[in-house]
């Protein structure tokens, strides 16, 4: 999957950083460093995303047409 999301990152008073997508409720990940924070924060999304492809694709028929939407900023 291509596109890109909205991530929210703060500090953490303890350490470290949490962050979430508002876009995709439930996304959220966390981590020691800004790098980790995204990369948990990616997966998260990614794996809801394709959640919800596999949940909404059972019981399609066969002739359901699948196919990629590219999703731009109006300019």
Known sequence: MK???TAII???PEGGYW???PE???ANGQGETLDET???LRAAVQ???KDRVDDFSRGLS???IREELNIHEAT
């Open 3 to 5: 596109g890109s999301v």
């Open 10 to 12: 703060e500090a953490c």
């Open 19 to 21: 962050a979430f997508c």
């Open 24 to 26: 995709i409720p439930g």
């Open 38 to 40: 995204r990369k948990d």
């Open 47 to 49: 794996l809801i995303l």
């Open 62 to 64: 066969k002739e359901a």
